[in-house]
């Protein structure tokens, strides 16, 4: 029971929650919940349920892939304000160029038909690389993004895609 104390002392538990070693019952048919809302056997309701944090479940939020302001003409992009700002998430694929990011666009993740990586020997000595894009998308069928560190990014990619077309079909 020591052990108990200090656990609840270190780690506090939520009202209304139960300890891992008591057992929830249905008050009105005693079979037991196991965390349930409601009673499997009869249907009451868990009146010791609470609902599960969402901030816990990382699948339902974007993660970051790669979120990076490029620079196609070097120098010149800055001079002709014409940089593109890219931003991958699990979920899309967001896109901003043209003068002050004026053009944006965005393409889900799951419309990506193929991802391909290309690099030559000088650019891997240097650790850059481009990774091209294939869409089912009418604005952006090919994409190309060039940047240094390249290789890492499209491996993230590809692993992320490869999840989410596991039940998409894209035409």
């Known amino acids: 029971q020591l052990y108990i104390v200090i656990v609840r002392s270190i780690y506090p538990i939520k009202q209304n929650r139960t300890m891992s070693s008591e057992v929830a019952k249905c ?55 014409s940089p593109n700002k ?28 193929d991802i391909g990586f290309r690099r030559s020997c000088f650019q891997m000595c240097i650790n850059r690389g481009t990774i091209i894009i294939y869409a089912a998308d009418s604005t952006h069928s090919e994409m190309k993004i060039a940047c240094f560190g390249a290789k890492r990014v499209f491996n993230e990619l590809r692993t992320t895609w490869n999840q989410t077309k596991l039940g998409t079909v894209v035409e």
């Open 86 to 113: 890219i931003h991958i998430t699990n979920k899309r694929i967001d896109t901003s160029t043209g003068c002050c990011y004026g053009n944006e666009d965005t393409l889900d993740l799951r419309r990506v038909k």
């Open 27 to 81: 008050t009105e048919c005693e079979n037991l919940l196991e965390g349930r809302r409601f009673c499997t056997n009869c249907g009451k309701e868990n009146v010791d349920w609470v609902k599960p944090d969402l901030a816990d479940e990382t699948d339902l939020h974007q993660r970051t892939i790669f979120q990076r302001t490029l620079y196609p003409y070097c120098l010149l992009s800055v001079l002709a304000c």
